[in-house]
């Protein structure tokens, strides 16, 4: 019996915030034990520059400057710092609220001055065999984007690489298509993990086949769970990059739409892919479920047909086995012979009978 | 065997109303023994007074004042003071219908003069380890807002305290923004039920792989008629919030409508959620039914397995129980030993050809 | 074993009509042998009349005056009388056609001089235990209304004394008002049948754990048929009252448009109702075949359990009743109390085996 | 063993014309043996032509003609008959093309001049016990409606009958009202199909109480089956007569608005009896299969319980069929008695307990 | 045992591009052995140009002359050549992106200059009974198509003949109306894919009724799996086709678009149809099911019902095989042929027994 990973969470809670007033900054997630990590890129077509910042105030001076700055914030069970940053950069407290409760739904929002969106950055998990989440938000304003993760590590590192040795267009190109960059990097990271999915699956279908076992069920019933948590990180992405493409905000320009587009195209391809995963899955539940009565229908099979042979066999055995004075049969010098002759008769013609019906 | 909960009424009773004219107002939920709890807090950025009424009469001067007031009426069953209070405010016959039927389905209606939502209020009852239903009515008026409450008791308690104690922006905003406040406190109670059910749900599937019983089954089926009323309460709140949010009433200011949007997204995840957990549940059910059915499959296997090895066996010690008189093999020395030689040949050939079949 | 009750039809004949010309007036329902009643109740705010007419003709008069009339007919098979009716009052011939055949779809349709709604009044039979569905159309034109109903008997008789003792403000509105009231009273009466199909739900869900038996299913699958004719009649009411209250007619005026969105809220509530109902008989038919088979399973346990234990014990004994003349153990004087040993030790490992095995 | 009705096609083959030009006239039907029949009615309120025609040619006078014609084509495998038609009335290559292929979903089309309407008549063939579909395609150009099917015999004959007596309005209007009239002959003809259909779940649904068969099965299979076909060729409908209805076309005059309104009503009733009906089968199957397994059970659980009860017995009878010399109780005077008490005992005991239980 | 035919993979994969900067040109599928072919074929009214190019640099000139050219690439390995044509025909980075990233979604965009189309041409591959999936992207610019292929091969020939022939309208109309005919031809071959499958079904459906095997279960598995990924190639063609007709693009003449609404209903056919097909799969699945069940049933029934008969006969069998001293009936003279009196009487008891209550 294989390990059974660990079930994704059903519900993640954050009770704790009910009460409050709205833009109450709360974190509802874990406390990580590293200090908040704050490092910033600041780059015009020309140059760049970055840095891992100390503090948080390093992060001000880039509101006022013409260069793209991106600021990214891991962790953040800093409140006072991110506090600190929505006051000068001047955020509004229910943006801020999204970006701590990381139990979010994936959503787009058009705040005038800053368009914000927050999605899921997952991640397959290979040792427990699950997929991690973790939750982003992005803030587009003028020139700047800011980003918020939960936990230093990301899918990053090749636009940061891009940025450093200028290739392609994204040095030449505002903050909009730096925003645009981010979003796409997260969803493309989707397709790797759809990829670990189908394999999973592939795999499961395999041992469908040649050997179902209990477990096997139980594998099924956690794919199946985990696809419903999967969906609901996918589903609403569908309406936030449209919402995000669609939006009239002037912080987009319009030759980044284009590529907006494009993600979107990706997003509906992941959303495709995880629908047909389901139908598969319900699939292979079915085939699991007939697979196994099929295989305790041969055992229920075999054997009362042996049963059912050998019953009435015993029965002429008991006959004979009676020890009334009178039984001429036993007598008669032939009898034995001729008992064996009748149960060797009924013994061939049920075989027959049997294999003519195919229940053989 | 654990104790049923006590499952939710599939229907309320209304028909006490068939045949009245419109407008006629009718209690029909249970009557309260105690008295109709009248409470009110009229404030404005300065200022703050809070008292329990004891006549009806005495909330009818802030109709005038320019200070925000909330009147609160706990118990619905004493219609005359409703009547009166729908008088003096001049509220339409037909909302006061509404406030009055307790089964209403929530709802959002635009009387021009007034706003008028209509929805539910949840708790999870630990006693019987299920939700109870209260329906509450919001009136939003120029400078008032007069809350319905079927029972003394509700989770306004944080919003009075942030009103006392002029704690964020509260005492600085409208009515509207009152209004909000409180359907954002009820959908946020939401989250508590919906942390309280996904325990529920864990704790049912760890018991199904352990050890599912009948009750089990009881309890998967009671969960998803839980379920079904608690969609009935919570689907209709999407149309109610997004009517509030939408409408062009003057009375809802363009402050607030940042903030409406915000529960707006939460109702979306109230919603989302319990999809989830509807799919949660069936799949439960799926594998509650596959579990039993090879737990009944493993019973049923080895059972005539046993059955089948012994029924050739004794057919042969009948063969010898006979009593014929020429029965060569009776006198033969080694015949005894020859038969165990038989039997224990075909016993350990069924057992070797059932291992090779994985039947055992 | 209970009575089954009837089926409700699944298809009522209307293909008497196939063919002829469209707008020729049959009448395809039942023919009463009663006469056709019609009674009128002209009124305004100061008079009320109220008759019983012996002739069509009676009612003609009303078409110019200022008075609102009400005109209804109980019985459908007089054409003749009906069409003279829709002659005088300039009523289009679909319309009519619409009126006779009783197996109408309910719908709205606008006649710029007529507003014309089709829907059915059902009434709960306790005798069959079901539900009886009558046509009921109603034509409202200038200060008339015309009800078109298949038998005496309705559900109008609130609404008359209303009119009779000008309760409420049904003698101070116009006709269209006394059109809504119609509608209103005919969808109140859906509540009094929500009631008596949620009773008898709740019924067969004890049934179902306490006993549930091949009847059972019979009940829940005409439920369900039940339902599904149910729902027939009441989805499209959705639409038809949704039709009347955004209808730009003139015949509806401004102040009646409050009460027809309080019809609307209510149909939508019957609906909510009905689909919460389809929800939970889909349950009880899942309960009932997993609780049957639950049943089952305990029978099929049991029974193979003491074959097992008996079986091999048998098999011992036949052992022993072989007639070998070489079989030394017969010989032995403990031979007898070893066997019985034996066969008690393996019926003991047996029990316990079982018993740990949770099969017992 | 009832004769298992002839299933209906699949699908049906079109793939001859796969690479060919778009407006190439292939006929994909089956070849009738008789030739093209040609028949055409011409018409105004005072005077009736009606011919049957040798050549196409004599229905060319038609086209500038201000009375009203309809020329009716009988076979459509004379193809060079169809092009020299349509390139006398200038209709659409596209348009022709797909009037032969009789596979073709019902739609509706606006070409300018004319406007076209596909869509599939249906029989209900006694003979076979299922449904025959036929494809008929009305053109409605100025003055003249042409009709198109692919064999002799229709379902017009009323409307020929009306327009020979000049019965009903049909005489004196357009060609609009004609075209209307046979659409509208086409879907009352569904209400006939539908009735036979409902008899036959019916009768099927007494059968399934009464005595369910494996042949049972079979049928619900083809019934669901034929449902499927069924809404195929109807579900297209709603939309091709509200495309009719709504279409801004010259051609349709508004006071034939009204009736097309009628038979979209009538369209959205026959879907919802197909729906109806749908449910109703699949309910259905839910019942055979219950029932089905109940009567297995009956037999499994009968079975067992004699098995049971005369198990143990006959080990009793075995213990003393043994053959030690040593057996004190066959000596006894009483044991034989003994015995036989015993068993009886066990006898008793059992049946009390299975009574108890409910198994019996 | 047939073989089972290869399963279509669930997931093609893409991962390589993950992190690249999007525009970067990456083909993701095989590589194929031979070398790209580069066709073109030029031709207006007059005259007509047919090659085979060895070099892209050939079909630039077509982008000047007022001629259209067809230009085909079959292969995507030669990103080199791909980037220089995209070059000179200025095409947009993420259009050749989506060309060379195989696993592309159907669609269409719009890029001003150029409109772009992906779609899958489907071929079904006898070889091993499943469908083979090609992607072809076309872009259609002023007097000019250029069509992309996975590999040589194509269901385009009859277009290449229709064009060298001068037959229909071809030559005479635009790119525009070739890119028509190329998208045509593709959703023309469909049909033939669907015929091959409908013919898979009813062979299937035989099958069901005759002779089920496992085999049988693992074949409508793979149906419906190869229905998932067809219907994942087929869906979104539905929005890409009407985007394409209803595109404002200056690229797509007024006469084409009577030729795209044509298409656009072909495509509606094929969903159509391969939603029957997976309809009538699932009730093919039930069939199966309760098939199999039905034959168990069967074999389960007839053998339990000898062993019922035979156990208490066997009993009865066993008491006079006891041996005690006193057991009168042993030395009653008829006790022999009592006992077989008994026994016979028994027998026929139960088969009348079993016969009326038609478990035989």
Redesign the interface.
Known sequence: MKTTPR?PR??R???K????????LVYVGEVQAEPVRITYIDYDEKQLQETQASKIEECFEFKETPTVSWINIDGLHDVPLIEKLGEHYEL?P?MLEDVLST???P?F?D?EQYVFVVLKMLRYNEERGGIDSEQVSLVLGPNVVISFQERIGD?F??IRD?LRHA????RKMGADYLAY?LL??IV??Y??I??K??ER??GM?DEL?ENPT?DT??RI?LL??EM??LR?SIWPLREVISGFHRSESELVKETTD??L??VY?HT??VI??VE??R??AS?M??????S???K?????????????I??????V???????????P???W????AA?WLIMITVFVAMIVHFKR?R?L
């Open positions: 079930k059903l519900y809670k954050r009770a915030k009910a009460g409050l007033a709205p833009g109450t509004h229910l139990v979010q739904r959503k929002e705040y899918v590192q090749p891009r290739k392609g267009r994204i960059a796409d990097s493309d990271s397709f790797a759809l990829e999915l189908g699956i592939e279908e086949v209990e069920l139980q019933y199946k769970r419903i948590s609901r284009l590529y587009r494009d195209d509906i391809q495709d892919t047909g995963f139908d598969t699939g539940l079915d085939t699991y479920l007939s196994v009565s099929n305790m229908n041969n055992v229920m099979k075999v054997l009362p047909i042996i049963a059912t050998f019953i009435p066999l015993t029965f055995a008991g006959i004979y086995g009676m020890n009334f004075e009178h039984m049969e036993l007598k010098r032939y009898g034995y008992v019906k229940w």
